[in-house]
């Protein structure tokens, strides 16, 4: 078998955000309520 | 073309009320949006304070009705994300970050304008290579520099101690300037203090 002289590079990682940012965005998401008031637009977070 | 329509109906159910097309659209891009914070900031955690703050404007955005950008979330999520990290850099270069080490240096918080000592010694050297050189130019020319810069004489003075006009002494120390040039430049002197 012929030699291969190109390596892949072992610690080829996807970039990207970690699970627990995604899950507080969605959580976050899920627990924001925007009131309109006479024009006005209040935010809630309900915990 | 696809993905894009896919978008703004992933936006439009989400405005109804739908979660999971949130969690769709996050999952989506934020592999794109991550590593193109990541690629301007070079550091994990900052990257993910900027990426959460990105999709929590987002997300306020979207529920208060204000997003009116149809079938380009995309590039107005990457908008939000730009701005926020210019905004990032801007915060840093105001307040300098100082590692919390012990061996901390009081001489990075406060600065110290006067010359050190090489530099003063340089000062003077370049103060008597001037007033040397200044000797090399003719009578006249040296005459009114002199009057001019060391004992800050106005032309109007000048012009009467010499017995010349004023344009005449402006003209001779015009020329004085233009000699002592030609002198720094034809010996190749160096006149700064860095």
Do not use: C
């Amino acid at each position: 078998m012929a030699n291969l002289y190109t390596k892949k590079s072992s610690n080829y990682k996807k970039l990207g955000p970690k699970q627990e940012t995604i899950d507080f965005l969605l959580n976050y998401s899920k627990a924001l309520r925007v009131v309109d008031y006479q024009e006005i637009k209040f935010e809630t977070v309900l915990n | 073309m696809e993905q894009l329509l896919q978008d703004s109906a992933l936006v439009e159910q989400y405005l109804a009320g739908d979660e999971i097309a949130l969690e769709t659209l996050i999952n989506r891009h934020s592999q794109r949006v991550y590593s193109f914070i990541f690629s301007k900031v070079f550091d994990k955690d900052i990257a993910e304070d900027i990426f959460q703050d990105t999709f929590i404007k987002v997300i306020k955005t979207l529920k208060r009705g204000a997003y009116n950008e149809e079938g380009k979330f995309l590039p107005w999520v990457m908008r939000i994300a730009h701005n926020l990290i210019i905004d990032h850099f801007r915060k840093n270069t105001r307040m300098p970050k100082f590692e919390g080490n012990d061996d901390f240096n009081i001489f990075s918080v406060i600065s110290d304008n006067a010359l050190n000592v090489e530099k003063q010694i340089i000062k003077d050297q370049v103060e008597d290579d001037v007033r040397r050189l200044i000797l090399e130019l003719p009578a006249d020319q040296q005459e009114v520099l002199m009057m001019r810069m060391y004992k800050d004489m106005s032309f109007k003075e000048i012009s009467e101690i010499t017995g010349v006009s004023i344009n005449t002494a402006l003209g001779r120390m015009r020329y004085a300037i233009i000699n002592l040039r030609k002198i720094v430049e034809k010996n190749n002197i160096v006149l700064t203090n860095q």
